[in-house]
């Protein structure tokens, strides 16, 4: 008799009922059926992978488990850390999101929209707003063929959003989804010339120049990128500002 040794709580070090002390996670009572604490249980209800559950949740909480250790919850999207990445590295949150496929992002975005108010009351470090706007971005980006154009007027297709953005000072304002769109072009399987993307993209040929060279600067990915990332590359650097694509 006792002997056997005691399951704890599959959370592991991210369990609610974890000990202060040793930090252990809880132990599992011999009546829990599951594999997460009474305390783990509560908190993350229906959002934790079941057998027979649903494959999106499965899939999105497998993806976050190769960024995070223990067994990982639909809520631990709020705890990636979306600005780790840097140069030429992605960070967790952008790690995570490119794992899944359009339709399962689509399912992680009805999931968020739909919680709201909890979500908000969770979100100790104020990221719900960019998780909900990347989540959304990557999935449909990821939903397009490589070839296919992002903006309406050349490919017939209705974008779900246009990014636009302000010179500072001047108030003039630029369509910055030019710059997803050429990011895009510039990685299609067709060779687009210079002369064909400035006429795709409808800009002069210089201005096509100078976002090229500041893009390749950055390494610039509609993949994973920040509104100032993009900003960046349509209109260059702000006066007294350096750009750091790790500021975000
Ligand atoms: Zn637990």
Redesign the pocket.
């Known amino acids: 008799m006792g002997s056997v040794a005691k399951r704890e709580?599959?959370?592991g070090p991210r369990?609610?009922?974890?000990d202060p002390q040793t930090g252990q996670?809880?132990k599992l009572r011999g009546s829990n059926k599951g594999d997460?604490?009474?305390?783990?249980?509560r908190r993350h209800r229906g959002a934790i992978a079941s057998p027979g559950g649903s494959r999106w949740l499965a899939a999105t909480t497998q993806a976050i488990e190769t960024v995070l250790s223990g067994k990982a919850s639909l809520w631990d999207l709020l705890e990636l850390d979306p600005a780790n990445g840097g140069y030429g590295w992605k960070s967790d949150r952008g790690k995570v999101l490119t794992l899944l496929d359009s339709e399962t992002l689509y399912k992680v975005s009805g999931w968020l929209d739909e919680r709201t108010t909890e979500a908000l009351e969770r979100d100790e470090c104020g990221r719900y707003a960019g998780l909900c706007y990347e989540v959304r971005t990557v999935a449909w980006l990821t939903s397009l063929p490589p070839d296919a154009p992002l903006l309406p007027a050349q490919g017939g297709g209705i974008s779900p959003f246009r990014f636009v953005g302000y010179y500072v000072g001047s108030g003039r304002r630029k369509d910055l989804t030019k710059v997803v769109e050429l990011d895009r072009l510039r990685r299609a399987s067709r060779h687009y010339s210079e002369r064909d993307l400035a006429t795709a993209l409808d800009i002069p040929r210089t201005t096509l120049q100078q976002m090229i060279q500041r893009m390749d600067e950055i390494r610039f990915s509609s993949e994973e990128f920040t509104p100032d990332d993009m900003a960046y590359v349509a209109f260059g650097r702000r006066r007294g500002r350096e750009h750091n694509p790790d500021s975000f």
């Not at 369990?15 to 974890?18: A, F, I, L, T």
């Open positions: 709580c599959a959370r369990c609610r009922g974890r996670p809880a997460v604490c009474a305390l783990c249980e």
